[in-house]
């Protein structure tokens, strides 16, 4: 169901859970952002490991938080659809039984409908009340990734001021990164506030709907109740229309994105359109309880780094569909969290896909992962590269 007024599509929410995709993937131990730097030197604050950790964190639990963001709105939708279904019916009912006294100039006890009306203002009220709440849970998943955009330039900037070569050098060698980071938080910003905006085209209609209904009291006449029904009919039947797209539009973006998107923890790219396949494996020496090192590799099907932890079960790396995340040993850059992390050494992250070449055929390929925070790759004829 599409709506010409519609500024909110199901592109806007794949850009939204890209964003969310590479953000989670930020490191958030000081040992793992000082490897991805590749400096410990705190001397210059703004560019120190700890300032970066703190950055890092931010954009790890923006990315992590659209994951609430989410459910919460498909939870209203659902419930919004949900009031529609429930008071439809008992709303053409109504308004037969009026059109009845109408027709037979006969006035009935018109209690019960004002009734039923005052009970439709007070279910509307109570969700106007939760609804504001997700407004509020979006408002801030936005205001931080601009925030978060805005430190990231920050940081570039500072480093054309830095005098350690290194470190200098370093920096300009990450800006491509951070520039990806900061494209994918402005589409994504774009795209919130486009469901923003949609968000609040609903609840007025709630609202106005609301309204009508709080206006009916014990003193209304039959005139007064049969207008104030079909207001409320026609502003519940543009809610639920508005309520459906919205809610075809989360169902189509998790349908594309399980389909267009393949493993969740792998690098974005235009090689996923000319390639199949493709999968992660994590490679590693795991330590036993005997204390010797057993070689153990896991291929990541579907791997959701939300969700899943990956641990070394005496020598052995296998997954945790359910993780304890109290104690996670989180992932970052595209190595997937777990406890194995603390009990294994010499771990390796290969992609793997076959990629289609100019002559149509598929041949498997492979690229090592290393700990870049974030890059793209490309299939050039059959090869998977990195897209500069």
């Excluded at 030197?41 to 703004?46: A, Q, R």
């Excluded at 980071?181 to 709907?209: G, N, P």
């Excluded at 153990?296 to 993780?323: R, V």
Aim: glycine residues 4%; hydrophobic residues 35%.
């Amino acid at each position: 169901m599409k709506k010409a007024s519609s500024v909110f599509t199901v592109e806007d929410l794949l850009k939204i859970k890209e964003y969310a995709r590479i953000a989670v993937l930020m490191p958030v131990y000081i040992e793992d952002v000082i490897s991805c730097l590749g400096y410990d030197d705190p001397s210059i604050e703004p560019l120190s490991p700890a300032s970066f950790l703190e950055l890092f964190e931010n954009i790890n639990d923006n990315g992590r938080y659209w994951g609430e963001v989410e459910k919460t709105f498909k939870e209203r939708l659902k419930i919004m659809l949900d009031i529609h279904n429930a008071h439809d019916g008992e709303i053409d009912r109504m308004l037969q039984e009026l059109d009845e006294m109408i027709e037979n100039e006969e006035v009935g006890d018109m209690t019960p409908i004002a009734d039923g009306i005052r009970s439709i203002w007070s279910e509307l009220w109570y969700q106007e009340g939760h609804n504001d709440l997700a407004t509020e849970k979006l408002e801030r998943f936005r205001k931080q990734m601009v925030e978060l955009s805005s430190d990231i330039q920050l940081k570039i900037s500072l480093a054309e001021k830095i005098c350690n070569l290194d470190i200098k050098n370093f920096l300009f060698n990450l800006e491509d990164e951070f520039r990806l980071i900061i494209a994918f938080s402005i589409e994504a910003e774009a795209s919130s506030q486009a469901l923003w905006t949609q968000w609040k085209i609903l609840t007025k209609e709630l609202e106005v709907a609301k309204n009508k209904a709080g206006n009916v009291s014990q003193q209304s006449d039959l005139a007064d109740l049969y207008v104030s029904l079909i207001g409320i009919n026609g502003m519940l039947e543009e809610s639920y229309k508005e309520t459906q797209y919205m809610s075809d539009c989360f169902a189509n973006a998790d349908s594309r994105y399980e389909s267009e998107y393949p493993q969740k923890i792998a690098p974005l790219g235009s090689y996923i359109k000319d390639s199949k396949d493709v999968t992660l494996i994590v490679s590693a020496q795991c330590q036993k309880a005997d204390g010797n090192w057993n070689p153990s590799k896991i291929e990541l099907f579907n791997f959701d780094p939300l969700l899943n932890l990956i641990s070394n079960q005496n020598g052995e790396l296998k997954l945790q569909d359910e993780g304890d995340w109290s104690n996670p040993f989180s992932g970052y850059c595209y190595y997937p969290a777990g406890s194995y992390r603390k009990s294994s050494r010499n771990i390796e992250l290969l992609l793997t896909a076959q990629c289609k070449n100019s002559a149509g055929n598929y041949q498997y390929r492979t690229f090592t992962l290393t700990n870049e925070f974030i890059i793209k790759l490309k299939n050039d004829n059959g090869v998977l590269k990195k897209e500069t």
